[in-house]
């Protein structure tokens, strides 16, 4: 597959994957390594940033090998996505973000309009703003038009496994996108995120999806592979969906009902 480019830098694998919810940290790394992917994203507020002396899940994290993507998980206003954006630079984490602006405690969906606040100060402050966003093509265009350097359009509510709700949506961000546009959240399985491929995305996010696998290095593998299909297929392009039979061999020498007597 041709790299993916995210504000110059290029990734080799279009998979990025979270660090939660798996049952241990082994297993976790375990995980990471079958996927292929070479950016994962981590909770600011999981990280020990007092005390590194004590076990962390970055003791799991090749920083070599992986691209570690800090996000503002569980913020629910713009004010505490920018704060913990900025305790994330501080530290040493990334001037990059994964921003996270909650709007409701139930479906985990985004405040939009937080969202686009918290991602124009972070990008005048010099941030590579990755934002979490609802599948609606008009607020992608906001976010892009403030600086985001990639928009993340949800596929379904966090965790729920349901697959890509609205595909025509996902198709619209993606044709009038002048940024990598990632499908984020929502995926439950190998062809989930085979289809967010296949409609054109340039890369899937995913956690839940593998963390909680009844075998998630198995898993990860499946979705490693599924991203891969599904961006070569959506370049090969699919044959036109048609209402009735067209006959996959050629007709010449069919024999004719006057020859069959």
């Given at each position: 597959?041709?790299p ?8 080799q ?84 973000v ?103 995305a ?10 909680l ?47 069959r007597?």
């Open positions: 597959m041709p993916l480019t995210i504000a110059g830098r290029e990734f694998s279009r998979l990025i994957i979270g660090t939660g919810k798996y049952p241990t940290f082994p297993v976790m790394q375990a995980a990471h390594e079958a996927s292929g992917a070479e950016m994962v994203t981590v909770a600011v507020r999981r990280v020990n940033l007092t005390d590194r002396s004590k076990e962390s899940l970055l003791d799991y994290i090749d920083p070599v090998r992986y691209f570690l993507l800090p996000n503002t998980a569980a913020c629910y206003t713009a004010e505490d996505a920018i704060r913990t954006a900025r305790l994330g630079r501080e530290v040493g984490l990334s001037h990059w994964k921003l996270e602006v909650i709007g409701d405690e139930k479906t985990l969906f985004p405040d939009n309009e937080a969202l686009l606040e918290a991602t124009r100060v972070l990008v005048k402050e010099g941030f590579v703003v990755l934002p979490y966003t609802s599948d609606d093509p008009v607020m992608c265009r906001k976010l892009e038009d403030a600086g985001a350097a990639a928009v993340m359009p949800l596929g379904a509510p966090i965790g729920s496994g349901l697959g890509i709700q609205n595909p025509n949506n996902i198709r619209i961000i993606k044709e009038q996108a002048r940024v990598p546009v990632i499908v984020d959240a929502g995926v439950g399985t190998a062809s989930d995120a085979t289809f967010a491929m296949e409609l054109g340039d890369a899937v996010l995913m956690n839940s999806a593998i963390a696998a009844d075998d998630p290095v198995a898993m990860a593998r499946a979705m490693r592979l599924g991203v891969e299909a599904g961006h070569l297929a959506c370049g090969a392009g699919r044959i036109p969906r048609k209402s009735y039979a067209s006959a996959s061999s050629p007709l010449a020498g069919v024999i004719s009902p006057a020859v007597g």
